[in-house]
């Protein structure tokens, strides 16, 4: 398998009180050490709710120009369908994990996924697609790892979302396709219950948020890759972290951000003593590091701690 390199941050674009994306900001990635991004696209508010489910076509213009972006700075690029799995109750959600909606959520999910797939199908493997982000069972007690039902039909719906990405054909027939785990959660209920397509060009997403202020932090980072190792990486899977990260405040003192660098150095030394590359979550808000407004390091421990980047 193709290693995926290990140094990685997430970019949320256009969102949340960002400054809007330009090629300069992923330069700047790029200088600090990074190999690769990770970038969640939501599409719940730009595509059709009919049958053909048709995305607007100015948001993929949009989508693909963040995308060639982050490729021309020599970049390697994991895009998504990041938002549509929430939780937050509004009418909008598409994405429920149950026998009952089962064929509408197919139908969609498949749907946008062809259509992603048919406009960046000339693209080499330096782009990555994502298939879903932390897919849950949306308004329902069985959110998170799930349940017997929810997590079942995610399996299929993996499936399916892989094959219709598959039969666009170009380089699509063999790009790296990350499939997650229900909720991307890492233990026993989800992982027992990945369904293994048989394509050597799979890896299975997860994510590996650990309390940094927990006793057991360190505990806590071995064992979640020991749990990567046992279900995935020893079956032939390679797998991505794709989100790990603390909320990083304005207040926090001296002493604090060099735990929390501490924290970080570790997760992604000890994912790489496995194979696994790790992502940081930078939303441009709580968790980032980069200041998007100036291209300076916000959190300059922690930026250093990844990547091994000082500013002179």
Same mark, same amino acid.
């Given at each position: ?240 972290? *794709? #989100?790990?990260?603390? +909320?990083?405040?304005?207040?926090? =003192?001296?002493?604090?951000? /060099?735990?929390? $660098? %501490? ?21 441009? *808000? #709580?968790?980032?590091? +980069?200041?998007?407004?100036?291209? =300076?390091?916000?959190?300059? /421990?922690?930026? $250093? %701690? ?7």
């Amino acid at each position: 398998m193709k290693k995926v390199h290990r140094n990685s941050i997430k970019i949320t674009v256009d969102l949340w009180g960002n400054p809007l994306t330009t090629k300069e900001l992923f330069a700047y990635v790029r200088e600090t050490g990074f190999d690769f991004v990770r970038i969640p696209v939501t599409y719940k508010n730009h595509f059709k709710m009919e049958p053909g489910y048709e995305i607007d076509k100015a948001w993929l213009d949009r989508v693909q120009q963040i995308v060639d972006y982050a490729l021309e700075c020599d970049l390697k690029v994991i895009i998504n369908i990041h938002h549509d799995c929430t939780t937050s109750g509004d009418n909008k959600i598409w994405f429920i994990a149950d026998l009952a909606h089962y064929d509408t959520t197919r139908d969609i999910l498949t749907s946008l996924w062809s259509q992603i797939a048919e406009r960046f199908k000339d693209y080499d493997n330096n782009l990555i697609f994502e298939t879903l982000n932390e897919p849950a069972y949306a308004n329902t007690k069985y959110q998170g790892h799930g349940n017997d039902e929810s997590r079942y039909v995610l399996g299929k719906l993996n499936i399916e979302t892989l094959n219709a990405i598959r039969a666009t054909g170009g380089e699509n027939e063999n790009r790296f396709v990350m499939l997650p785990t229900h909720g991307a959660c890492n233990n026993y209920d989800t992982n027992s219950a990945f369904v293994f397509p048989d394509d050597p060009h799979v890896l299975v997403s997860v994510h590996g948020y650990v309390e940094t202020d927990s006793k057991f932090h360190d505990i806590t980072v071995w064992h979640n890759l020991f749990m990567i190792q046992k279900f995935f990486l020893n079956k032939g899977y390679g797998t991505v972290i *794709g #989100e790990f990260g603390e +909320i990083i405040h304005p207040e926090d =003192t001296e002493e604090r951000l /060099q735990i929390i $660098a %501490a924290d970080f150095k570790l997760q992604v030394e000890v994912a790489d003593k496995f194979g696994v590359p790790s992502c940081f979550w930078d939303d441009g *808000g #709580e968790h980032h590091i +980069i200041d998007r407004r100036t291209l =300076t390091p916000y959190c300059a /421990q922690t930026l $250093a %701690a990844l990547t091994g980047y000082t500013q002179e």
